[in-house]
């Protein structure tokens, strides 16, 4: 069965902290590895991962998959405030490439 | 430039009762999908389809129904509520098969059956 494993579920970290979010899966037929942000509402797109070892950045944010070790990390440097969201993993592969789910990482910033 | 619309926004309905879900998006999407979530749970895939006429089942499909007649409609079905599909349900679509392109969400509808 198709799975998709976040750790840690909750983190509260002081502002400035780096922290370094886990995604760890179990997929026939692998396509892609996403990252979303969510805050209030709907969550929004991060990172699309489709091949090892390459990292991709977007400002203090940065992730990076690792095939053979099925799984994918994600960095925030700097922490603010405003990262303050639970941040999920998804998986799209198996059967008709649908697209799964992890539990999500709840994180929270301390001023 | 609407993208995902899922309406209602909020709903309250008794045990037994029966509603749709509706989702529209205006990106010409192939895949489409709908989600609940629950606390703690993350996003639970319930039902999706990779184009008109094509569905299938997902991770928690028990209680729900879905059709895809056109490209742009993707309803969801709920045929006799229960108190356990409280939730907080998602419609999301991408470009081609899942795989290519991120999701678009909508903005989501919270259920509570009572």
């Known amino acids: 069965e198709d799975k998709v494993v976040q750790s840690p579920l909750s983190l509260v970290v002081h502002e400035g902290d780096t922290v370094t979010l886990n995604c760890s899966y179990e997929?026939?037929?692998?396509?892609?590895l996403l990252w979303y942000k969510q805050e209030k509402k709907a969550p929004t797109f991060l990172f699309m991962l489709?091949?090892?070892?390459i990292e991709k950045k977007s400002g203090r944010l940065s992730s990076i998959l690792d095939k053979k070790e099925l799984s994918s990390i994600l960095n925030i440097t700097a922490t603010q405030t405003g990262d303050s969201a639970i941040y999920l993993c998804?998986?799209?592969?198996?059967?008709?490439?649908?697209?799964?789910f992890g539990k999500g990482t709840r994180l929270h910033i301390l001023p | 430039n609407a993208g995902v619309t899922q309406t209602p926004k909020f709903q309250v309905l008794k045990t037994g009762q029966s509603m749709t879900l509706q989702c529209a998006q205006d990106?010409?999407?192939?895949?489409m999908s709908w989600y609940r979530q629950d606390p703690g749970m993350g996003l639970r895939l319930i039902h999706y389809?990779?184009?008109?006429?094509?569905?299938d089942q997902g991770e928690v499909p028990n209680g729900y129904n879905v059709s895809r007649s056109t490209t742009e409609d993707f309803p969801l079905r709920l045929l006799s509520a229960a108190p356990s599909q409280t939730s907080v349900y998602f419609c999301?679509?991408?470009?081609?098969?899942?795989?290519?392109?991120?999701?678009?969400f909508g903005n989501g509808t919270r259920l509570t059956v009572t």
């Open positions: 389809s990779v184009g008109a006429g094509i569905t």
């Open positions: 998804a998986l799209s592969g198996g059967r008709d490439d649908k697209i799964i």
């Open positions: 999301a679509s991408s470009y081609g098969q899942g795989f290519r392109r991120p999701l678009h």
């Open positions: 997929v026939t037929n692998f396509r892609s």
């Open positions: 489709t091949s090892s070892g």
């Open positions: 990106m010409n999407h192939e895949y």
